[in-house]
């Protein structure tokens, strides 16, 4: 393993971080975290160097936090950096720090938390912070020695993050980037601002929820091409570790092979590492995905469960995997897995949620939830008359 610099904090992180937002799911329960898997593939995580762990409230439906408490039994917590997250979004008033927090340190079987983040802050979320008078509920947590340090992830654009930056002397963020999404959300320049700022910048969606790990054919011919012998997942860590501004960089594993591919890519990783030809190949890759991702959804699962049991991210990964590949074969098979979701709304399981996207009565509920800021009823629509109405994708993108 690798290890960097955090931000102004006196430790070395790993290059690569734990992220439990992807654990291995149970069988019937897809949302859901299978223990005992989960726990092995952690300590593994943990046994070749990985010292940075992120979690959140809602990962899961719960079960991340619980499961990571699990796996740091037996000597592991003293090994890793543990990270949690508020969830700013469900607090209605300021008291419900004390109990989120409190319920967090339980479940994580801990006493205290090395570094706490306000989850996903965007405008609306910040002020909804300063409202509610959170910045003074986090130092006195730190008070209490309930928590280490303190860091925010994000999902908004690059001046609400500057302004967030500007705000409070952080410690760290976690924000989304990877090598298609260096012009949205923070951007490369709010990587670079906040590095500038000496606060350690955590990257999630190093693979944008899985996407460049399945490049189209299109990408593979010019990854092949360059001659160097590296997996597409690779390609993508690479290009996150050899920038200097990345201190850590979150990988949501969900099984023992993707821990030893992406430790075995953390110990090859070094800032600068990539040559000038490496990284023009990685653009013109970037450029190929572009064009062809019709829905920006990462999988993160956050708007899940709808409350009539739609597989949000399951319709929108179907569309997306039809625009992926051009040919009849592929829109054929992105048609018979459509129709494998329920469209019958009384068969629809919102427990295990299995419904296709003709189900959507557009109550608006997960709107919020999506930190992408899909309008996912409006997307739904076209996901249903794409492949479920036989309409055309240029009809619609
Ligand atoms: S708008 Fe549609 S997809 Fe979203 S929560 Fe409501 S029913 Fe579910
Ligand atoms: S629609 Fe948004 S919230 Fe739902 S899984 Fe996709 S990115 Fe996440």
Known sequence: MKYRKFGSLDWEVSALGFGCMRLPQRRINKLRAETNESVKIIRSGIDQGINYIDTAWPYHLGDSEKIL??????????????????????????????????TQLKRLQADYLDIYLMHGLDKGSFEKAKRLGLFEKFEKAKKEGLINHIGFSFHDTLPVFKEIIDYYPWDMTQIQYNYMDTGIQATTDGLKYAHSKDIAVVVMEPLKGGKLANPPNEALDLLNVSEIDRTPVDWALQFLWDKPEVACVISGMGSQQMVDENCASADRSGIGSLSEMENQVIQKVADIYREKILVPCTTCNYCMPCPVGVDIPGNFATLNNVSMETGWLMTYRAR?????????????????????????????????KCPQHIQIPDELKKVDAI???????????
Not at 69 to 95: C, D, H, I, M, W
Not at 342 to 366: L, Q, R, T
Not at 387 to 397: A, E, H, M, N, V
């Open 69 to 102: 408490g699990e796996a740091l039994q037996n000597g592991y917590r003293k090994k890793v950096k543990l990270v949690t997250k508020l969830p700013v979004f469900l607090l209605r008033k300021s008291e419900g720090f004390d109990s989120y927090l409190e």
């Open 336 to 368: 018979r897995k459509y129709n494998i979701f329920e469209k019958n709304p009384k068969k629809v399981d919102s427990e295990k949620p299995n419904g296709n996207a003709s189900v959507c009565i557009n109550c608006g509920k997960c709107l919020e």
């Open 387 to 397: 492949l479920g109405k036989g309409k055309k994708i240029s009809d619609y993108y």
